[in-house]
């Protein structure tokens, strides 16, 4: 999974912070070496989420625009089985079900897509880096 880069991380803890989902705290582990940590205050948003997800992926609910977009970008990185207790189901299930969930929706299919052309310029760009260093 790629990492936030550093301002964004950064904008986005903040805003987190500012809301009050999130709270920083900093101390030294063995008394020594510094650390900051982010840990949950407020989780009713994610288990907002989660229970929405769940709905969709478990129970099979019609989604909202926002869920059904958020099923899409899920079943494009191969995530929906792992955010979400299955409650008996495989994960083979969950990713059937998000996949049809992404594909009924049109602004999931545009996420889909935009996450999929993504994806192949990133693989475009790595090859072509690849058979550049080789050919030198």
């Known amino acids: 999974m790629p990492r936030l880069g550093k301002k964004r991380r950064d904008l986005l803890i903040g805003r987190l912070l500012r809301v009050g989902i999130l709270e920083e705290r900093e101390d030294r582990v063995l008394g020594l070496i510094p650390r900051?940590?982010?840990?949950t205050v407020d989780s009713t948003r994610e288990d907002d989420v989660r229970r929405k997800l769940g709905d969709v992926l478990i129970r099979g609910a019609r989604p909202e625009q926002r869920t059904a977009a958020l099923v899409a970008?899920?079943?494009a990185l191969d995530l929906a089985h792992k955010v979400i207790d299955r409650e008996g189901l495989t994960a083979r299930e969950v990713k059937k079900r998000?996949?049809?969930?992404?594909?009924?929706?049109w602004a999931a299919k545009a996420v889909r897509d935009s996450?999929?052309?993504t994806q192949a310029a990133v693989t475009a760009a790595v090859?072509?880096?690849?058979?550049t260093t080789a050919s030198s």
């Open 98 to 105: 998000a996949k049809e969930v992404a594909e009924g929706d």
């Open 36 to 39: 900051r940590r982010w840990p």
């Open 73 to 75: 970008v899920l079943s």
């Open 115 to 117: 996450i999929a052309a």
């Open 127 to 131: 090859v072509a880096s690849a058979a």
